[in-house]
């Protein structure tokens, strides 16, 4: 009699568990990704003129900078358009990435999946946004960013986390 542990993801039916929670968080990921690029705009639309204050203006973005730096050793240089392109691939990337993450701990972790998802987009604001960038030095630290954008983010990020999650249960649901 075959037993089939959680702990133990040799077994044939808990591979395919593995990998089926991958590529679902992997697709929700990519999904949240997607729909943060409407939030960040709406939301700066609306947000009140006193907030926005005055921080550093970046010329380039947290992505499109980390795609100029890891391409400027083999002679790559982005211009305009290219710049963006890489930059966009930079960002669906790392939320395909998260996302994967995501799916392979959502029924392994015991916090995982709570909160609706809105746990996973604040922690990745706080990690990626708030502590990653301006330590990789990809944009201005958080004390010279004015409140508008920080919050701004933070709503794109919940968005993703809960697209994430919805997405992955969803997808999760229509495969088992």
């Known amino acids: 009699m ?5 702990s133990f993801p040799f077994f044939h039916r808990e591979r395919e568990s593995l990998l089926l929670d991958l ?12 729909l943060m690029s409407p939030v960040l705009q709406g939301v700066s639309k609306v947000m009140p003129q006193k907030l ?36 966009n691939l930079v960002h669906y990337g790392y939320g395909i990435a998260w996302g994967a ?22 922690g990745l604001f706080l990690f ?23 919050l701004s983010a933070l709503a794109a990020h919940f968005t993703y986390g809960g697209v994430t999650e919805g997405s992955y249960r969803l997808l999760r649901r229509a495969f088992a």
């Open 52 to 87: 926005q204050g005055q921080g550093e203006q970046q010329e380039e973005g947290a992505t499109a900078k980390l795609a100029r730096k890891v391409l400027e050793p083999f002679g790559i240089e982005l211009q305009g358009e290219q710049k963006k392109k890489a930059g």
């Open 101 to 122: 993450i995501y799916g392979v701990l959502h029924r392994r972790g015991p916090f995982v999946g709570k909160l609706f998802g809105l746990g996973f987009g604040l």
């Open 128 to 150: 990626g946004d708030e502590f990653l960038v301006p330590a990789l030095k990809l944009g201005a630290p958080p004390q010279k960013t004015p409140l508008a954008t920080h």
């Open 23 to 34: 590529l679902c968080g992997a697709a929700g990921g990519a999904l949240g990704t997607w």
């Open 2 to 6: 075959t037993h089939h542990s959680r």
